[in-house]
């Protein structure tokens, strides 16, 4: 993993602006479903669920406007036990409410929700710095996507800038490991031999 990203303030808001225009206005929040997480009073937030990810926005209601919105990816070609579970968090804010603590919100929620957080290949130093944050309340390590699982890494472990390689958060009642055990025992069953049919049966 590497934290290398930029992001173009312009074409973020622009994005933005897009996607207010899609689900906000004049069609009245079409597929949304208002969520009550304590955002400042003039805020509102919003999920929806398509093909099993999971999107929030965040709007302004005074501005008329799209203050950020954060996407929980699926993990293409996951294991499909881990896939109920993790999810990929991309999220977009405009640069006035940056630094207001509504990222950090928004992945609380899920986090509490009992859903673990897996980082793209690349973040932004911000990003990092959110991960970080929250890894003094939920358990933050490297783990390397092999395949379709996830294989947890130590700290000190050589090639955490590869690609592969990536931040978890874990959600509550979750650790790195009773992760990964869920592919691992699918895949041991998967190679256990079959047992030859009882002479007489």
């Not at 919105?69 to 070609?77: S, T, W």
């Not at 592969?164 to 009642?173: A, E, F, I, M, N």
């Amino acid at each position: 993993m590497r934290i290398d990203v930029e992001r173009d303030p312009q074409r973020m808001q622009a994005e933005l602006d897009i996607l207010y225009e899609r689900f906000f206005a004049p069609m009245g929040r079409p597929g949304l479903t208002a969520v009550d997480w304590n955002a400042p009073p003039h805020l509102r937030c919003y999920r929806r669920t398509a093909d099993g990810e999971h999107y929030v926005y965040v709007e302004d209601a005074l501005r008329g406007r799209l203050a950020g919105c954060v996407v929980f990816n699926r993990l293409p070609g996951l294991d499909r036990r881990l896939d109920a579970h993790v999810r990929s968090p991309h999220s977009r804010f405009r640069p006035a409410y940056q630094r207001q603590g509504l990222a950090t919100l928004i992945y609380r929620h899920v986090l509490d929700a009992g859903i673990c957080l897996v980082s793209g290949a690349r973040q932004s130093p911000a990003a990092h710095r959110l991960w970080q944050k929250l890894g003094q309340h939920y358990p933050l390590g490297y783990v390397r996507l092999d395949g379709r699982r996830v294989t947890p890494l130590p700290p000190q472990a050589d090639g955490l800038d590869d690609l592969d390689t990536r931040l978890l958060l874990c959600g509550v009642g979750w650790d790195a490991h009773a992760l990964a055990g869920l592919a691992d025992a699918r895949c041991a069953r998967a190679a256990a031999p079959v047992a030859p049919p009882v002479a007489g049966s």
